[in-house]
């Protein structure tokens, strides 16, 4: 499976990930890497407006791929933007796997 991170059709909503072939429902696709942090850590980081590719799974443990652009899963979301357009959806879910 080849992934490409490219502009979003999505008005206002920058890049994003994409696939350049089918996959099947249930693959893992990527995993979501970067620097541990907790929530007020990240706060803290939207003050200096170092902020856009965290990944909240907890107050204690959120995932900050901001200094880390070779890690793509950082442009996976849940293409809801800040509109929409007719005929394109979301068709991938963020799922959190514990060790």
């Known amino acids: ?34 620097e541990i942090i907790d929530w007020k850590e990240y706060e803290k980081r939207v003050e200096r407006d170092e902020d856009g590719y965290l990944f909240f799974v907890n107050k204690k443990h959120c995932i900050d791929a901001w200094n880390t652009p070779e890690h793509k899963a950082r442009y996976a979301n849940d293409a809801a933007g800040l509109g929409r357009v007719k005929g394109l959806k979301n068709n991938c879910i963020l799922r959190n796997r514990r060790q």
């Open 1 to 34: 499976m080849a992934l490409t991170v490219k502009t979003s059709q999505l008005p206002n909503s920058g890049k994003g990930l994409f696939t350049t072939t089918a996959i099947k429902k249930g693959t893992r696709i990527i995993e979501y890497l970067g």
